[in-house]
């Protein structure tokens, strides 16, 4: 093993797909595994143990998951870059993955001379995103940003999916039906909705109301 050699520990809890991904990376000569785990923690000791320049995760795995172990190896800076190769694609997996610290997020349909060269790019400190990846954040990115409703516009959303009137709601509140209004057109503003039903959608969707029946 030479210095000019990148050095890399490969987790996945799938034996074969961990064997597989290993003899892709075997026969190129700036390439040396130098271990190989089936769980967040193990990877988290052998990373300690050999200081790779890359580890090379799973998100899915047992004991820890990928998005787990990279939090613990970003913290412990140990001067290893975590890239994530996986299955799955979800906004969620992505985002949890990249917030972890991982510096690259591919896919397990990459071909070998991509993940060869996003090794690389990875150990020089360079982002590697899979192209459909890269697309998710680019698209979450250009959302518009809306504001958090306040506790009284929750309230109000709540009594309209409890099928309440503006005047129900009011007295319920303790609010003028007018002020309901109010609270209505600013619900409808920060949703980017226009109406009523929509907005209750929406909001049971993004976890704002819970879903149950009538309060």
């Known amino acids: 093993m030479t210095a000019d050699r990148l050095t890399v520990v490969v987790a996945d809890d799938h034996a074969v797909m961990r064997a597989g991904v290993i003899a892709l990376l075997t026969p190129d000569a700036g390439i040396d595994i130098v271990g190989e785990a089936s769980d967040g923690a193990h990877a988290i000791e052998l990373v300690e143990r050999h200081r790779p320049h890359v580890a090379l995760l799973d998100l899915r795995m047992p004991v820890l998951d990928g998005v787990a172990a990279t939090t613990e190896i970003v913290a412990r800076r140990l001067g290893t870059r975590v890239l994530i190769l996986t299955m799955y694609d979800t906004d969620a997996d992505i985002e949890r993955g990249v917030e972890a610290g991982a510096i690259g997020y591919l896919l397990k349909d990459t071909t070998r001379e991509q993940l060869v060269d996003a090794i690389h790019a990875a150990s020089r400190g360079e982002t590697v995103l899979a192209p459909r990846v890269a697309e998710k954040l680019v698209a979450r990115m250009r959302r518009p940003v809306q504001a958090a409703l306040t506790t009284r516009e929750l309230d109000v959303l709540g009594a309209v999916a409890d099928g309440l009137s503006n005047a129900d709601i009011g007295l319920r509140l303790c609010i003028a039906e007018a002020t309901v209004k109010t609270h209505l057109l600013r619900i409808f ?27």
């Open 189 to 215: 503003a920060k949703l980017d909705v226009d109406d009523r039903t929509r907005a209750v959608v929406i909001a049971l969707e993004r976890g704002l109301l819970p879903r149950s029946g009538p309060r």
